[in-house]
């Protein structure tokens, strides 16, 4: 899904074993700030977990 709607591209190498490289194009990279926010959220809640002040859900 990722390749189809262009937030990775694709470049297979002429190798044995074959090998495949995969990275962002510059739509994939506009999602960093995104990712980031998402990743932010998640250490914010760990720690509030592990404090006790959230129980997990």
């Known amino acids: 899904?990722?390749?189809a709607r262009g937030t990775l591209s694709r470049v297979?190498?002429?190798?044995?074993p074959p090998?495949?490289?995969y990275s962002l194009t510059e739509i994939g990279k506009?999602?960093?700030?995104?990712?980031?926010?998402i990743s932010q959220w998640?250490?914010?809640y760990l720690h509030a977990v592990k404090a006790g002040s959230l129980s997990p859900a």
């Not at 297979?12 to 044995?16: E, G, K, L, S, W």
């Not at 506009?30 to 926010?37: G, L």
């Open 19 to 21: 090998k495949v490289g």
């Open 42 to 44: 998640g250490e914010e």
């Open 30 to 37: 506009s999602t960093a700030p995104v990712v980031e926010a």
């Open 1 to 3: 899904m990722l390749l």
């Open 12 to 16: 297979p190498y002429a190798t044995v």
